[in-house]
């Protein structure tokens, strides 16, 4: 065999195995992190949600859009147990994180630190800047000095915070932070105790445009890394943040919320195939 063909067998193999290298990321990537099999979900006798079935898939953002009181913070707050407390407040049916059931066999403490979560309103604790990220470390038992900095500097920086507070990590509690530097410092806080799945439940909806588009970049950059789940009212957010977007409505004779149609955000917003995901993205729901 001679030099040339000698070298074009050896490029053919290499592209063959880069070809299975990207098949396989691409599999691996869209891995199923949470999915829900007929989920049903009450509060006492009141059933909010009704046969869920949904496979939100890992490293990417997936949106939950609907009109206000069809159950979407309700579904997303399942996905943590944030329920736990509320009296008379049951889950039934599938929900699982790596298909393990969230209701059953997983810890509620152990799957916090899995599933954290960042709400609507910013809730920096009145503690200072580091302390408000070294919060979730310091529960975990980390004391050394040297790891909680390490830490605390590569939350703020993927958080996209640590140029504006890196000179007053000490000084300033976190309250006194503007609105979006708040949300911002919450993402950091969740972040920091390295979750594999981020809730957002309106992340966006008491800040200003500026600061809006702020967190909105950061979804996209911090999908790379984890999972993620937000719930917006706006549709535009939906189309520029998330990758798929599940469309809930509220059923007009039991008022349970149920979802109507799940897939990619594109197709979701240009060609639903559902009637009622179409007259809700064109804005004719009503
Ligand atoms: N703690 C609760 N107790 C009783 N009903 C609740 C509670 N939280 C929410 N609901 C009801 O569940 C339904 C879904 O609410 P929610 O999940 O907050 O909707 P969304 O976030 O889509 O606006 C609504 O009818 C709401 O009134
Ligand atoms: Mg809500």
Redesign the pocket.
């Known amino acids: 065999m001679d030099e040339a063909a000698q070298q074009s067998r050896l490029l053919s193999g290499f592209a063959k195995t880069i070809a299975q290298a990207k098949e396989r990321a691409a599999q691996t990537s869209h891995e199923t992190k949470i999915e829900a099999i007929n989920f049903n979900f009450f509060?006492?006798s009141?059933q909010?949600?009704r046969n869920i079935s949904i496979r939100i898939p890992s490293n990417q953002v997936t949106a939950?859009i609907?009109?206000?009181?069809?159950?979407?913070?309700?579904?997303?707050?399942a996905i943590n147990r944030m329920?736990d407390r509320?009296p008379?407040?049951r889950g039934e049916g599938q929900l699982m994180l790596d298909g393990v059931n969230i209701y059953g066999d997983l810890d509620p403490v152990k799957l916090r630190r899995r599933v954290g979560m960042v709400f609507q309103r910013p809730n920096p604790f009145v503690k200072s800047i580091y302390d408000n990220v070294a919060y979730g470390l310091r529960v975990q038992g980390i004391r050394d000095r040297r790891i909680l900095d390490e830490k605390v500097e590569t939350a703020l920086r993927r958080a996209a915070l640590w140029d504006e507070v890196k000179d007053r990590l000490h000084k300033a509690s976190g309250t006194a932070l503007s609105g979006g530097q708040q949300q911002r410092l919450c993402i950091a806080r969740a972040i920091a105790v390295e979750p594999e799945v981020i809730l957002m439940?309106?992340p966006c909806s008491a800040l200003d445009p500026i600061a809006t588009m702020k967190i909105e970049d950061l979804i996209h950059e911090l999908s790379a890394s984890f999972t993620i789940v937000i719930?917006t009212?706006n549709m535009q957010q939906a189309m520029r943040v998330s990758d798929m977007t599940a469309f809930?409505l509220?059923d007009r004779e039991t008022?349970a919320?149920e979802l109507i149609e799940f897939g990619p955000t594109d197709e979701i917003f240009t060609n639903p195939k559902d009637k009622r995901t179409e007259d809700y993205v064109t804005g004719r729901f009503g």
Do not use: N, Q, W
């Not at 609907?66 to 707050?77: E, I, M």
């Open positions: 509060y006492g009141f909010a949600l939950i609907g009109p206000s009181g069809c159950g979407k913070s309700t579904f997303l707050r329920h509320t008379g407040a439940d309106e719930v009212h809930m509220m008022r919320g």
